[in-house]
Nanobody, 123 residues
Framework: VQLVESGGGLVQAGGSLRLSCAAS????????MGWYRQTPGKQRELVAS???????DYADSVKGRFIISRDNAKNTVYLQMNSLKPEDTAVYYC??????????????????WGQGTQVTVSS
């Protein structure tokens, strides 16, 4: 599975950005899609994730400001980021947990990452 992100950039504090990530390649199912972020010297951290059925999970720091959504038909995940703060500045990475195609459905799970997109919030 290849993941291609778009939508990063520079925005002033209080502004909004929308990230997109499209999955392509050969696979059976994508179980979970999510967004992580990383700043220099820190570990990559989960921002938000969404399962096939729509169950979502958010980091406490973004609850109420960010919204994750998913278009299963397009294998695309979105992250709407509102009320952005300078501390949201990071490289944002898309992630997908997926299974290979096969019949019956294969139980293996694989992990893919996008190349990352920079989000910079100025104060």
């Amino acid at each position: 599975v290849q993941l291609v992100e778009s939508g990063g950039g520079l925005v002033q504090a209080g502004g909004s950005l929308r990230l997109s990530c499209a999955a392509s390649g050969s696979f059976g199912s994508i179980h979970v899609m999510g967004w992580y972020r990383q700043t220099p010297g820190k570990q990559r951290e989960l921002v938000a994730s969404i399962a096939t059925g729509g169950t979502t999970d958010y980091a406490d720091s973004v609850k109420g400001r960010f919204i994750i959504s998913r278009d299963n038909a397009k294998n695309t995940v979105y992250l709407q980021m509102n009320s952005l703060k300078p501390e949201d500045t990071a490289v944002y990475y898309c992630n997908a947990i997926w299974s290979p195609s096969g019949s019956p459905p294969r139980p293996e799970r694989f992990d893919s990452w996008g190349q990352g997109t920079q989000v910079t919030v100025s104060s």
